[in-house]
Nanobody, 123 residues
Framework: QVQLEESGGTSVQAGGSLRLSCVGSGKSYSSYRLGWFRQAPGKEREGVAG???????KYLDSVKGRFTISRDNAKKILYLQMNSLKYEDTAMYYCAAGFYVADFFRTSEYNYWGQGTQVTVSS
């Protein structure tokens, strides 16, 4: 079992940067595929980025070139570096972990979720 806790969300102006962190606990953390999702008010939760156990990553088209997902298995921390933030990036951001993730952008693929951290981008 894995427990996840996000941090780093705050208010920022458009064009700014933030780094989100997700601290994990539990055995076999390095064996989990990990992802970042976000949910804006009135919208469905959407996958932003996912990272495999070998460090390979995939991104939502709208964040490619701006966001970078990374993981530190020794510290059991997942990161999301967000640059050139836009108003439309405003959302609650969640990290997630799953063993058998075939589609990084599908919420049902993940077994464990954090509570979320709020990112607000002002234009």
């Amino acid at each position: 079992q894995v427990q996840l806790e996000e941090s780093g969300g705050t208010s920022v102006q458009a064009g700014g940067s933030l780094r989100l962190s997700c601290v994990g606990s539990g055995k076999s953390y390095s064996s989990y595929r990990l992802g970042w999702f976000r949910q804006a008010p009135g919208k469905e939760r959407e996958g932003v980025a996912g990272i495999d156990t070998d460090g390979s990553a995939k991104y939502l088209d709208s964040v490619k070139g701006r966001f970078t997902i990374s993981r530190d298995n020794a510290k059991k921390i997942l990161y999301l570096q967000m640059n050139s933030l836009k108003y439309e990036d405003t959302a609650m951001y969640y990290c997630a972990a799953g063993f058998y993730v075939a589609d990084f952008f599908r919420t049902s693929e993940y077994n464990y979720w954090g509570q979320g951290t709020q990112v607000t981008v002002s234009s």
